[in-house]
């Protein structure tokens, strides 16, 4: 049993050693950038990105390195690191393959992909690009397509009715002295601006040479203004004054009063009378006389009689 136990052991030791030897002997694979002048680039199959600007530190080469750019399976330049590993502001052309001390295509001890520098900038709520924010309102500082690395250090520098924002304190936002891992996460989170003064912001994004690669780059200017409110209101008319008869019943349909009914007079169109031939003339029938009215006229006739009498003598 003894035995067993010290074999078993003895083989966890071994294999401890082995795993250590693997792990010091493989190439360290680690981010280009480390937050300073230099885009370090190392042994390793894998294509490392190189942007415009840049200053190269090669680390794990036996001898000073050589750079060499091949267009069409030709070597058509080298460009070679100083005594330090060095090669400072990076200026080639970006069209060719480029390879660290290249002798075939399968033989070199790195490859590069050289890229012009890419700072976007966009200010939006939501997806929409704006140039007017409300109080209160979160914008987010799109930088998507950037292709700084995570590690460079920059500055999102915004200016607005009192000067440039280096740190917000009252939303705890740090605006300088950032990583662009941090400055995208403006653009996904947003980026608050409860507090700030209402006026006109300029927004900016520039690189910190000696904590990016020794890239001196910068982004466009983007400016908002932020106002009291989003949209302009249009003006809501004053209701007119009800009179005091008058009551709103909701879902009622209100009874009409009812009006009487007037005839319209009408005015007769008189067509003209042609003219007829004359009829003889018809004497007219006497009336009758009311039966007793004789005798009541011959009383009148004798009293009328007898005064006319009297008179004379």
Known sequence: MKKMKTVTKGKVIVIAAIMLVLVFAAPMSYAA?????????????RPQKVLI??????EGFAAPPIVYRLVSGNVV???PADNSNIIYNVNWPMSGAYYVNYINKTTYDAQLSVEAVNIPLELKVGTTKVSFIAVGTKLRVDTAGINLF???????????PDG???????????????????LKKYGTDGLKTTGWKI?????????????ACGLDAMSDKKDVKRGGSYYEPFPTPAPSPKKEN???VPHLTPTATPIPTVTPTVTPILTPIPPSTPSPAVSPTPTALIPGSEFLFAIIGIITAVCLFRHRK
């Open 150 to 160: 995570d590690e460079d250090i920059v500055d999102l520098i915004i200016k607005g």
């Open 33 to 45: 950038s480390r937050g300073d002048n230099y885009n370090h680039i190392v042994v390793q199959p």
């Open 199 to 211: 006026g006109d912001y300029t927004f900016q994004i520039k690189t910190e040479s000696a904590q």
């Open 246 to 248: 008058e009551v709103a």
């Open 164 to 182: 440039q924002i280096k740190y917000d304190m009252g939303n705890d936002q740090q605006f300088t002295d950032i990583t662009v891992s941090e």
């Open 77 to 79: 330049n080298t460009y």
């Open 53 to 58: 600007g840049q200053n190269l530190q090669f």
